[in-house]
């Protein structure tokens, strides 16, 4: 069993930048790491994910090219380092685990942190 715990939100103005963490107690080998994301009113959303063996690395179109996801695996960590925000951005950031042949799929996590809210202001 896996315990996701989310650390690292605030409130930041747009266009800069913040890191969430995300540590995973528990085995994770074989677990892929996702981020998700729900605004007001929104349905969640996937974010971007990771997987621990190999580390490949998957994103949402809206935030390719902005967002980086990475591991430590010596530690049990998993970082998000966003960059260039924008007030769309806004959300509660949700890390999740699981085994996940879709990580973009979030009914296949099966562990999810309680999140940790990002806001950004114009």
């Known amino acids: 069993q896996v315990q996701p715990v989310e650390s690292g939100g605030g409130l930041v103005q747009a266009g800069g930048p913040l890191r969430l963490s995300c540590a995973a107690s528990?085995?994770?080998?074989?677990?892929?790491m996702g981020w998700f994301r729900q605004a007001p009113g929104k349905a969640r959303e996937f974010v971007a994910a990771?997987?621990?063996?190999?580390?490949?690395?998957y994103y949402a179109d809206s935030v390719k090219g902005r967002f980086t996801t990475s591991r430590d695996s010596a530690k049990n960590l998993v970082y998000m380092q966003m960059n260039s925000l924008k007030p769309e951005d806004t959300a509660v950031y949700y890390c999740?685990?699981?085994?996940?042949?879709?990580?973009?799929?979030?009914?296949?996590?099966?562990?999810w942190g309680q999140g940790t809210q990002v806001t950004v202001s114009s």
């Open positions: 999740a685990a699981g085994w996940v042949a879709t990580p973009a799929n979030q009914n296949q996590y099966d562990y």
């Open positions: 528990g085995r994770t080998g074989s677990y892929t």
């Open positions: 990771i997987r621990w063996r190999g580390g490949s690395t």
